[in-house]
């Protein structure tokens, strides 16, 4: 019947990029109690759409299919992303290595660093098929927060490794330069990469005023504790042991109050304005390139993209603690700053699987659904995963704050600026983005060379420095 129904939409010429439901003949038609006729959908490619599935993400299969399930995996969504499985084989390589010899310190960073590039991609292409299968507002936040699983995991684990606030100014770093790495690294590749093919892009007003607007109040939360220290840092009115601990009171309240920020942001875009982000990305979606390669392709099933990411987030947890357990040899023996290790190394690792995925959509000329990926990302690392961690680190007795060290700071200010000039036009270019990866290479040849701070001397943590000269 699926055969005669494909025929049936060949037959009527149906090949064009848009199509969303068929239904079959009258005489196909099956009658409910009642007598009313209930006609059957089906999709682009004559599958049977499932009730409560959308017909771009049904797959026609139900259950899960060993084969199928490797092959649409190992396929992935893009040749980028393609391209990222053939690091799979380092997986098993990390998880052994880390068991059999313990005394290689290097070898299982350098490998489970690797690791996380296939396992992090996995959750990216899980989460899109997840996203394929339910309304676009809903699916596209799923499919962020789902990216974003990596870095809330690398997160918890750091901050519950930590001795005596060792790994404080780490998870600190990274916090930043996951945002950094979506604001200048990522959306700069975005426009370059979609800015080589054409003379410019452009996107809506809805998604770069709100993604601007919510970075301005991110940036102003998470600076606020470090501007209250510096300011009263080394005043004869206050103690530094007080002032220590009205910072870390002031980022827990901080911590709150971004997380309510963030529960309005999603409140505003799924319930009363959704209508507006539909309305885009439907529009946006039509500018797809590859739509047509897109909706030809295989489709997990639910329950395969279930397993695909319980998989994946098994893998991506077992990496994370293995490489967060050689983090203190990385940094005393081959002299890697604690400030380099969070604002560059942890990122790129972390968003790599959310920056294939707005890469690939610009390079298809759909630059509202970038930019909703990456500012997304970026508004959940600052309005959710900072201040869960800090709440976290509040609930097992851990002095996590956002008091950041002051250099940090400065470079989070600044790349906010630099963003917000170049969303203002509503247009990009590939020079805009090659500018912003510019930018990106400048912090990261600085970082490298700024050292960690003694502990006390600037905003770092009690403790933190500790281990900077110490043997592991």
């Known amino acids: 019947m699926g055969m005669f129904h494909r025929n049936q939409q060949a037959a009527n010429g149906l090949q064009q990029h848009d199509i969303e439901l068929t239904t079959p003949q009258p005489a196909h038609t099956h009658t409910k109690a009642n007598g009313h006729s209930h006609l059957p959908t089906y999709n682009h490619n004559g599958h049977k759409v499932t009730r ?26 893009s040749t980028a992303s393609k391209c990222c499985n053939i690091f799979w084989p380092f997986v098993p390589a990390a998880i052994a290595i880390h068991f059999a010899r313990p005394d290689l310190h290097l070898w299982i960073f350098a490998l489970n660093y690797i690791a996380m590039i296939p396992t992090a991609n996995l959750v990216g292409f899980a989460g899109q098929e997840v996203a394929r299968k339910i309304p676009k507002v809903i699916g ?30 780490v998870i600190q770093a990274a916090i930043l330069g996951s945002i950094l790495a979506n604001l200048l690294l990522c959306l700069g590749m975005c426009f370059f990469v979609g800015g080589m093919k054409r003379d410019e892009q452009v ?37 530094e042991s007080l002032l220590r601990e009205r910072v870390l009171t002031i980022s827990r309240a ?15 875009q799924m ?115 900072a201040p869960l961690v800090v709440i976290v680190g509040w609930g097992i007795g ?39 990866v510019l930018v990106y290479i400048i912090i990261a040849v600085t970082t490298w060379y700024y050292p960690n701070p003694e502990p006390g001397a600037t905003n770092a943590a009690e403790g933190a420095g500790s281990h900077a000269g110490a043997k592991f």
Not at 142 to 164: D, N, P, Q, R, Y
């Open 52 to 77: 409560g599935i959308k017909p771009d993400g049904e797959s026609g299969r139900k259950g899960i299919h060993p084969f199928h399930f490797l092959r649409i995996c190992f396929r992935s969504s």
């Open 140 to 169: 596209v936040l799923l499919e962020t927060f789902l990216g974003s699983i990596v870095e809330i995991v690398l997160f918890m684990v750091l901050l519950a490794k930590s001795k005596e606030n060792d790994l404080i100014p």
């Open 203 to 239: 996107f809506d007003e809805a998604i770069s005023e709100v993604g601007s607007g919510l970075l301005l109040v991110a940036g102003f939360g998470l600076l606020i504790p470090s501007a209250f220290f510096t300011a009263l840092s080394g005043s004869p009115s206050i103690t």
């Open 254 to 268: 901080t911590a709150v109050i971004l997380l309510v920020s963030f529960l309005t942001y999603v409140w505003f």
């Open 271 to 385: 319930r009363t304005h959704h209508s507006i982000y539909d309305k885009v990305l439907e529009e946006d979606e039509q500018k797809d390139e590859d739509r047509h390669k897109d909706l030809a392709k295989d489709k997990l099933t639910l329950t395969e993209c279930i397993i695909a990411l319980l998989i994946a987030l098994v893998c991506v947890s077992l990496h994370a603690v293995f490489l967060v357990e050689e983090i203190h040899y990385i940094v005393s023996e081959k002299g890697v700053s604690d400030n380099f290790m969070g604002l560059i190394l942890v990122p790129l690792v972390e968003k790599f699987a959310e920056h294939l995925t707005a890469i690939d959509e610009a390079y298809d000329n759909q630059m509202n659904f970038a930019l909703v990926h990456v500012l997304g990302a970026t508004i959940q690392t600052a309005l959710l995963n």
């Open 398 to 436: 851990k002095e996590m704050s956002l008091n950041f060290e002051i250099f940090m700071t400065v470079v989070f200010f600044l790349a906010i600026l630099v963003v917000g000039n170049f969303l203002r036009d509503l247009k990009s270019t590939y020079l805009e983005g090659a500018l912003c």
